[in-house]
């Protein structure tokens, strides 16, 4: 086993004890998957099917049919490009109750390159009518998200960095709300608006602003399809300037998702996002500089375009 | 379960069947008229005599299942289902635009179609899916799959075919339509298995083999496979012909999509049928 336990391995056991209808599938990658501990605990409900993807989102969907909650594993990228089309035909439009758990996403996981690390997940899965999509921000967000998909009928995307996440980093109660409005402040210039995994350099760099006195709304978004778009343009109609900050590609991501929003209602709309390229292998924190998505980085960003500097 | 019908029982449905087949795609104007007809010997046999309708009370998961995997077939099911007085539509609405009959099999339309298939491979491993969840619930049901001998070039079969060995599944009956064509021509010349029938054992399955058009043995060889005591899942290669019945489009690469029959052609097949019956 590698390096520490990470609350997914402990949620995932913990739901095996509690749904005695969850049925867990690996496709050959459970020691990074992190299913050990579900493994261990429900062995007859627990089924490694090899390196073969399209296969075990079939076989999802079969056992879906019977009464099951499958979970599949697989990092993202096997998931939501190889098995694309068995994710879509045989578990989502069928409506079958099949969640998909996709590891290694985004920069987080960038030290294999990109043949691992996925950067066009959200954009795939989101393309799915019905498919529920989400990414939590924090160990909490992990726990709750993973709850919620499964206890609510139908296919799910749950999109987990492969070590998991930061401490608790919003209120618990705040976790599953979908959008959750962290701070929203009078007089504030800029709606920050985080997705997923980029809540902490977000809220970082909220903290670089606070000393520069740059009032900000800030927004998490951990439930990205079906979106609640309501508090952002809440948000938005006082501030008149919309940031989002994302882990995926700038296509078919969570920045066209407010984008199509913001732009219907004219609201000005600006989008940090990974760079329009196949990412070079590289560490967390190397990487977050390299695409300008540190803390440092975002609040640059935020900071001369909330005073009106135009920015390239 | 209907009444098990004689062999003499069968080759009359089946005769009922072709025509059904032929008589829609002709209404249709269109539809993948070759790889129905090389498996309508094996739907009547299946569905006649081994196949249970039922599911016990309150658990809608149960029952036996079918999955047309090679889903460009679903004119064929759609004919057997109204056969059997289980269609929720008339056959005239195939093809319309619309409509529920589409030329895949599309679940969340019909009642009688277990998976949406069409995407080649897919529905394997759904089969495999339902039969593993059958064994979880120690359910005595079945899970029949229906592959076509082109559909093998996909990966995605072979996944399912060893993930099912290895599994342990025995409560999975696959039946290959070994028409030897695809939608390009003859198979072995396009992506051939060079024995499939000892490739599937080799992963573990039980097979047999036999003529896809003849009821008598199709019937025998269901019941063995079925009544087996393997721990394995079960493989059943039928040797058929593609756009068997009609003479001259069988095992030729335009029978996959072809125009429909003229009244004259239509004729022919009827009375060449007819006599194939006596």
Redesign the interface.
């Known amino acids: 086993m590698n390096s520490a336990r990470t609350e997914y391995e402990v949620c995932l056991r913990d739901l095996g004890e509690s749904h005695p209808s969850v ?1 867990v599938l690996d496709a050959g990658l459970a020691t990074s998957m992190r299913t050990n501990l579900f493994a261990e605990a429900f062995p ?2 627990y ?1 490694n ?2 390196i ?1 993807e ?15 909650i ?1 979970l599949v594993h697989s990092f993202s990228n096997f998931l939501a490009r190889r098995a694309h ?2 994710i879509a ?2 578990a989502t ?2 409506r079958c109750n099949v969640k998909f758990i996709g590891g290694s996403c985004g920069l987080f996981d960038g030290r294999n390159g990109p043949s691992h690390c996925a950067t066009d997940d959200l954009a795939a899965m989101s393309a799915l009518p019905g498919m529920t999509v989400v990414e939590p921000g924090d160990r909490n967000q992990t726990q709750q998200l993973l709850r919620k998909i499964v206890e609510e009928p139908g296919p799910a995307y749950l999109r987990l960095r492969r070590h998991g996440c930061p401490e608790n980093l919003v209120p618990e109660t705040a976790a599953v709300g979908g959008t959750v409005c962290i701070q929203r402040s009078r007089g504030a210039s800029c709606t920050l608006v985080a997705c997923g995994s980029m809540l902490q350099e977000v809220l970082k760099a909220a903290q670089i602003l606070e000393k520069e006195h740059l009032e900000l709304d800030l927004i998490h978004v951990s439930i990205l399809r079906p979106l609640d778009v309501a508090p952002i343009l809440a948000s938005a109609a006082d501030t008149g300037l919309v940031i989002t900050i994302e882990n995926h590609w700038p296509t078919g991501g969570f920045g066209d998702a407010i984008g199509r929003e913001t732009g219907q209602l004219g609201i000005k709309h600006l989008r940090l996002n990974l760079p329009d390229q196949f990412l070079p292998a590289g560490d967390p924190e190397w990487l977050l500089n390299y695409c300008g998505l540190n803390a440092e980085s975002i609040a640059r960003f935020t900071a001369s375009c909330a005073c009106g500097v135009v920015h390239v | 379960m209907i009444a098990k019908l004689p062999t003499a029982s069968l080759r009359k449905v089946s005769r009922d069947l072709r025509l059904s087949i032929i008589e829609t795609h002709r209404l249709a104007r269109g539809g993948h008229l070759g790889s129905s007809l090389s498996i309508v010997e094996s739907l009547v046999v299946l569905f006649q005599n081994h196949f249970s309708w039922q599911e016990p009370e309150g658990q809608q998961w149960s029952g036996d299942r079918f999955v047309l995997s090679k889903g460009h077939a679903a004119l064929a099911l759609y004919c057997m289902l109204a056969l059997q007085g289980r269609l929720n539509r008339e056959l005239k609405a195939f093809g319309e635009n619309g409509s529920c009959l589409e030329p895949h099999p599309n679940e969340t339309l019909v009642p009688g179609v277990h998976a949406s298939t069409g995407s080649l491979g897919q529905g394997f491993s759904i089969g495999v899916g339902m039969a593993l969840g059958s064994q979880l619930r120690g359910a005595k049901d079945r899970v029949f799959v229906m592959l076509g001998d082109g559909e093998l070039n996909e990966g995605q079969t072979w996944e399912a075919a060893r993930s099912a060995a290895t599994l342990h599944l025995r409560n999975l009956i696959v039946i290959l339509d070994d028409n030897r064509m695809q939608q390009d021509g003859p198979t072995p010349d396009i992506m051939p298995v060079a024995d499939a029938l000892t490739s599937w054992q080799a992963m573990g399955w039980q097979c047999l083999e036999a003529d896809g058009h003849d009821c008598s043995v199709l019937d025998a060889g269901l019941h063995e496979l079925i009544h087996s005591t393997a721990a394995a899942p079960r493989m059943l290669l039928a040797h058929t012909t593609k756009a068997k019945g009609i003479e001259f489009l069988e095992g030729r690469t335009e029978s996959h999509f072809p125009p429909p029959l003229s009244i004259e052609d239509m004729a022919l097949v009827r009375y060449s049928l007819d006599l194939s019956l006596r």
């Open positions: 049925v007859e409900r089924f099917l090899g073969a399209q296969n075990a989102a079939g076989v999802a969907s079969g056992l879906a049919r019977r009464g099951y499958p089309d068995q035909l045989s439009w069928p």
